[in-house]
């Protein structure tokens, strides 16, 4: 078992399964995505740009399903929230598997993706 499936299945429910399902809508999603355990934390990458990573902060109730450069996405995704007046990250706050729209969340991952694709370097901000 790798790293970031032991940190997955040693999460309480809800949290185990939003990240699983998160996890899997990831990878059918997309294709150059690379999984890693970095900062302790599930963390994606596409092309080896960062791209998101998924969290259980301290005192929520929910999965924050943070995107790197979210920052500007804000515009076409309200739902995307700035917690602790983060810089660039913005987040979906997941707090059950009903709260995630799959159909949004996957256009969301393709519009990233596409960002990072045209985009020349890993951070523009």
């Known amino acids: 078992m790798n790293p970031v499936e032991q940190h997955i299945l040693n999460q309480e429910e809800p949290y185990q399964s ?3 399902y998160v996890r899997s809508v990831i990878f ?3 294709l150059c995505v690379e999984e890693k355990y970095k900062y302790k934390v599930p963390y994606y990458t596409y092309n080896n740009k960062p ?3 998924l969290n259980i902060l301290k005192g929520t109730n929910y999965v924050d399903v943070a995107f790197i450069q979210g920052v500007l996405l804000e515009d076409k995704y309200p739902q995307l929230k700035d917690d602790n007046n983060r810089k660039q990250v913005r987040s979906l706050q997941v707090q059950s ?3 995630l729209n799959e159909l949004q969340f996957v256009q969301l991952l393709k519009d990233v993706a596409e960002f990072l694709d045209n985009s020349r370097r890993s951070w523009v901000l």
């Open 18 to 20: 939003i990240m699983l």
């Open 97 to 99: 598997l009903e709260d």
């Open 51 to 53: 791209m998101l990573y």
């Open 28 to 30: 059918k999603s997309l």
